[in-house]
């Protein structure tokens, strides 16, 4: 979104905290935190006219000080802001229920983790992952977003026996085997 301060005299720099999926993150499958590494303040390029990107289900903390204040100067003080570059690509895991109905909707996650560790988030964006099956089943997207390092999907098995789900991102790759179990209908008398 472009922030436009109209007559508000800002700095050039500011502080931006968030509180993403990359932060925080519930495992909805083992019904506890999968982890929470606490907020990072970041220094950002600020202005009388910026724009700030807003991730999907989050909360952004954007700190704009007046130019020559005293919390301009304060952040001025600090380091730039630098990327993070990292040397190894993530490590891929597939957070879903192991066993489901034919032609029933699962949810699942993709995670981004660092290498190594399943409980650090990835600490920098990434590209999308792509989803995949080695057998007949539907997804609601084709790839899923891991700007957070956690990415939503939902998966429908149309038949039963093993399914194995796949999700690639360059060389990084996540499997998950599910148990797809017949569907019966039962009818239902209602008296």
């Known amino acids: 979104m472009t922030l436009d301060l109209g007559g ?15 932060e925080y993150f519930w495992d909805p499958i083992g019904h506890k935190p999968y982890w929470s590494v606490g907020l990072k303040p970041q220094a950002i390029s600020t202005g ?3 724009v700030a990107e807003i991730p999907p289900f989050s909360i952004v903390y954007l700190r704009i000080p007046q130019r020559d204040s005293a919390l301009h100067r304060q952040l001025a003080a600090g380091p730039p802001p630098v990327a993070a570059v990292l040397q190894s690509a993530p490590e891929l895991h597939l957070l879903i229920d192991r066993e489901v ?7 699942g996650h ?6 190594g560790d ?15 099956a ?13 700007a957070e390092s956690v990415g939503h999907f939902r998966v429908q098995p149309k038949a039963p026996g093993t399914l194995t789900l796949k999700a ?5 790759v996540a499997t998950a085997s599910l148990v797809v179990k017949p569907s019966v209908p039962r009818p239902i008398v209602f008296w």
């Open 118 to 132: 399943p409980h650090q988030p990835y600490p920098v964006p990434l590209e999308p992952a792509t989803l995949g």
């Open 48 to 50: 009388n006219r910026f």
């Open 8 to 22: 508000f005299d800002a700095a050039p720099r500011g502080e931006r905290t968030e509180l993403t999926r990359r």
């Open 110 to 115: 993709v995670v981004a983790a660092l290498p």
């Open 168 to 172: 690639t991102l360059g060389e990084s």
């Open 101 to 107: 109905y034919a032609d029933d909707w699962l949810e």
């Open 134 to 146: 080695d057998g007949e089943a539907s997804f609601d997207r084709a790839t899923v977003r891991l």
